[in-house]
């Protein structure tokens, strides 16, 4: 009985070192995107990293019936957000029903050069994945459309 017993407990013990233990810093980043103050640069470059990290080994494709592979462009799109571009800024904290977003803004190349077009990417600030990219323009009547992200693995 005896013995069972500490089989049982040295099983335990295996099994509870064996789980993987949640960065210190990546918790900390992670309580510190549920707060509605804006990220600093650093925080920003932190945020972005960490999205890098958590997307390795993984592709986005665009969620559906059936998910699709997103194209050439898209995938390039959402590329040069998470690399940085000059003016990306935290636009804060957004809510859709239980899940909690932030969303990096950048400018976008407009097709036409008086009108400002920017771009969205959302990240769901449990997982650090992008969960949708949006396009859009400052004026009304330009093309502007939304993309829902699941993340599917690498081909």
């Given at each position: ?45 932190r ?29 390039e ?45 959302w ?7 992008p ?6 323009h ?18």
């Amino acid at each position: 009985m005896i013995e069972r017993v500490l089989v049982w407990l040295v099983a335990c013990a295996v099994v509870s070192a064996c789980g993987v233990r949640e960065d210190p810093a990546r918790r900390e980043l992670s309580q510190r995107l549920r707060q509605d103050a804006q990220l600093s640069s650093e925080e920003l470059g932190r945020f972005r990293a960490e999205i890098s990290r958590a997307m390795e080994g993984k592709t986005l494709l665009k969620q559906g019936s059936v998910p699709e592979e997103l194209d050439a462009e898209q995938r390039e799109l959402i590329s040069d957000i998470l690399a940085g571009p000059p003016g990306l800024f935290d636009e804060g904290m957004k809510m859709q029903g239980e899940k909690t977003f932030r969303v990096l803004n950048a400018a976008a190349r407009s097709t036409d050069a008086e009108v400002e077009a920017f771009q969205r990417l959302w990240i769901d600030v449990e997982t650090f994945l992008p969960r949708r990219f949006e396009m859009a323009h400052a004026v009304q009547g330009y093309e502007a459309y939304t993309i829902d992200l699941v993340v599917g693995p690498k081909k």
